[in-house]
């Protein structure tokens, strides 16, 4: 079986697949000493994988031997740090400072990464192709002009996938904020203006397949029950699980026993806090990556960022 576009399934495992729940994880392997250890390296190898992609989107090309073009590298990991939050969590961690679930400002709590990790997973996991870049479309301002983590599309099924992330020590504090951006984003006004703005973008190129359809969709002519039937909405939590310490082989049975109960914890605790009026209408798919440590996820992220970006000095 194909391991996908950037070939991440075969360190970000799908152990859990469900129409409304889907969950991962990533290993642990032997080391040079013979002790296990978990797979830090080929995690942040594959996320940074599809930075060239994320930055620049659909109309850049999705092959993935674009990102393997040194100058495009370099000037995607430019083109993150110009996000202000993102140059700013950086700096943090730079300085040997933290980043709490508490942190009132919302965009540095949760920085970037996790849109980095929702494409990823999208892209193997999912076969979805990116129709718009929410770095490289930006206003005169400075403002990304949709709302959404991501906007993906699925040729085949012909529907469009708006896509949140978070990026948690707490697993429960990222689903409460995953709550918060559907009730936000998924109202009549909002979804209006931003698919005006979306369909606007789509609009300025011609490589994007079937590109009348996915305007269809997004007309503000097409009634909202009709919109809401072509589109997912795929919500990813990657946050910090314990039983990355408590155990060191993913295929203990203790381990796999505990893990499914914990992500089916989680996905109860998310059916009972939402109460959006359309809960019913909307198809909200649950996508749930525990990991060892999440700091030390985004420490090591931005250190990789860090040097690739020096590679153009």
Same mark, same amino acid.
């Given at each position: 079986?194909?391991?996908? @576009?950037?070939?991440?399934?075969?360190?970000?495992?799908?152990?859990?697949?469900?129409?409304?729940?889907?969950?991962?994880? +990533?290993?642990? !392997?032997?080391?040079?000493?013979? =002790?296990?250890?978990?797979?830090?390296?080929?995690?942040?190898?594959?996320?940074?994988? +599809?930075? #060239?992609?994320?930055?620049?989107?659909?109309?850049?090309?999705?092959?993935?031997? /674009?990102? $393997?073009?040194?100058?495009?590298?370099?000037?995607?990991?430019?083109? *993150?740090?110009?996000?202000?939050?993102?140059?700013? +969590?950086?700096?943090?961690?730079?300085? /040997?400072?933290?980043?709490?679930?508490?942190?009132?400002?919302?965009?540095?709590?949760?920085?970037?990464?996790?849109?980095?990790?929702?494409?990823?997973?999208?892209?193997?996991?999912?076969?979805?192709? @990116?129709?718009?870049?929410?770095?490289?479309?930006?206003?005169?301002?400075?403002?990304?002009?949709?709302?959404?983590?991501?906007?993906?599309?699925? @040729?085949?099924?012909?529907? *469009?996938?708006?896509? $949140?992330?978070?990026?948690?020590?707490?697993?429960?504090?990222?689903?409460?904020?995953?709550?918060?951006?559907? $009730?936000? #984003?998924?109202?009549?006004?909002?979804?209006?203006?931003?698919?005006?703005?979306?369909?606007?973008?789509?609009?300025?190129?011609?490589?994007? @397949? $079937?590109?009348?359809?996915?305007?269809?969709?997004?007309?503000?002519?097409?009634?909202?029950?009709?919109? *809401?039937?072509?589109?997912?909405?795929?919500?990813?939590?990657?946050?910090?699980? =314990?039983?990355?310490?408590?155990? !060191?082989?993913?295929?203990?049975?203790?381990?796999?026993?505990?893990?499914?109960?914990?992500?089916?914890? *989680?996905?109860?605790?998310?059916? !009972?806090?939402?109460?959006?009026?359309?809960?019913?209408?909307?198809?909200?798919?649950?996508?749930? %990556?525990?990991?060892?440590?999440?700091?030390?996820? +985004?420490?090591? %992220?931005? /250190?990789?960022?860090?040097?690739?970006?020096?590679?153009? =000095?």
């Amino acid at each position: 079986m194909s391991s996908g @576009p950037f070939g991440s399934r075969d360190v970000i495992e799908a152990k859990i697949s469900e129409s409304s729940l889907k969950s991962f994880l +990533v290993g642990f !392997d032997l080391n040079d000493e013979g =002790d296990s250890e978990y797979r830090w390296v080929e995690l942040v190898k594959k996320i940074t994988s +599809v930075i #060239h992609e994320f930055s620049f989107g659909f109309h850049e090309g999705t092959k993935t031997n /674009n990102t $393997e073009t040194l100058d495009k590298l370099i000037e995607a990991a430019n083109s *993150l740090y110009k996000i202000d939050a993102f140059q700013k +969590v950086r700096d943090i961690y730079k300085n /040997n400072g933290d980043i709490s679930d508490d942190l009132t400002d919302k965009y540095l709590r949760r920085g970037e990464f996790g849109e980095l990790i929702l494409h990823l997973i999208l892209r193997d996991h999912f076969n979805t192709i @990116p129709l718009l870049s929410k770095i490289y479309f930006k206003d005169s301002l400075g403002h990304t002009v949709h709302g959404f983590d991501c906007v993906h599309i699925d @040729p085949d099924s012909k529907t *469009l996938w708006l896509g $949140e992330s978070k990026l948690y020590l707490d697993p429960k504090r990222g689903l409460a904020e995953l709550i918060k951006d559907i $009730e936000e #984003h998924f109202k009549v006004d909002y979804l209006e203006s931003e698919f005006s703005l979306i369909a606007k973008k789509i609009k300025l190129f011609d490589n994007i @397949p $079937e590109s009348e359809h996915w305007k269809k969709i997004l007309s503000s002519s097409t009634k909202l029950k009709d919109k *809401l039937n072509d589109i997912y909405i795929p919500l990813l939590c990657t946050y910090s699980c =314990d039983l990355f310490d408590k155990y !060191d082989d993913e295929n203990e049975a203790d381990f796999i026993k505990e893990y499914e109960s914990k992500i089916r914890s *989680l996905k109860n605790y998310f059916d !009972d806090k939402n109460n959006h009026p359309l809960k019913s209408k909307l198809k909200i798919i649950i996508v749930l %990556l525990p990991v060892k440590c999440k700091k030390t996820l +985004v420490k090591k %992220l931005h /250190n990789k960022l860090s040097l690739m970006q020096a590679l153009g =000095d």
